[in-house]
T-cell receptor
Framework: ETGVTQSPTHLIKTRGQQVTLRCSSQ?????VSWYQQALGQGPQFIFQ???????GRGNFPPRFSGLQFPNYSSELNVNALELDDSALYLC????????????FGPGTRLTVL | ELKVEQNPLFLSMQEGKNYTIYCNYS?????LYWYRQDPGKSLESLFV???NGAVKQEGRLMASLDTKARLSTLHITAAVHDLSATYFC???????????WGAGTKLIIKP
């Protein structure tokens, strides 16, 4: 059974640029959630995708957008990067069969200069 | 709106001692999770608590849930250095998969 994977591991961008982060969910999981974790803080929910549809969104502006593909992998896109977007971005996969437990990937560390 | 508060936020303790981390949440929640995070790493699931009175134990860690008090605890017994990490609790609802997280408790265990 393959766990949750994310790419890239690290990324450095400049303010105003756009970035795409990728996540492959654990085998058999049809739901992917994305979180932003600033240094020294708890994760903040960005949004969740279930069967290719957005299934809930946290308090993040529209420049944060996402996609889920038929194989349940997912992308997080952030446009017009700001310095405050520097954080660890985590994706988590889950399914009802997994009893709602969320399994996290290793994360992508984004630095915006 | 569901909010989650953890305390303490920082805990330094000696090996061999016992201590408890507290997690309060503001409204009804269907699920309570405990995660561990090592510096620069991702989140490792420790426990999922689904019902009032639920108690789960793994090694030196034991988690419990009191839904009436809206309180979960993570108890550490006879702490060892390897348990040093940041511990997060998170609450969720069955209506969606969104988790609301506490700020985390940074635990340092000194030899």
């Amino acid at each position: 059974e393959t766990g949750v994977t994310q790419s890239p591991t690290h990324l450095i961008k400049t303010r105003g640029q756009q970035v795409t982060l990728r996540c492959s969910s654990q085998s058999g999981h049809n739901t992917v959630s994305w979180y932003q974790q600033a240094l020294g803080q708890g994760p903040q929910f960005i949004f969740q995708y279930y069967r290719e549809e957005e299934n809930g969104r946290g308090n993040f502006p529209p420049r944060f957008s996402g996609l889920q593909f038929p194989n349940y992998s997912s992308e997080l896109n952030v446009n017009a990067l700001e310095l405050d977007d520097s954080a660890l971005y985590l994706c988590a996969s889950s399914s009802i069969l997994a009893g709602y437990e969320q399994f996290f990937g290793p994360g992508t560390r984004l630095t915006v200069l | 709106e569901l909010k989650v508060e953890q305390n303490p936020l920082f805990l330094s303790m000696q090996e061999g001692k016992n201590y408890t981390i507290y997690c309060n949440y503001s409204t009804t929640s269907d699920r309570l999770y405990w995660y561990r995070q090592d510096p620069g790493k991702s989140l490792e699931s420790l426990f999922v608590l689904l019902s009032n009175g639920a108690v789960k134990q793994e090694g030196r860690l034991m988690a419990s849930l009191d839904t009436k008090a809206r309180l979960s605890t993570l108890h550490i017994t006879a702490a060892v250095h390897d348990l040093s990490a940041t511990y997060f609790c998170a609450a969720g609802m069955d209506s969606n998969y969104q988790l609301i997280w506490g700020a985390g408790t940074k635990l340092i265990i000194k030899p």
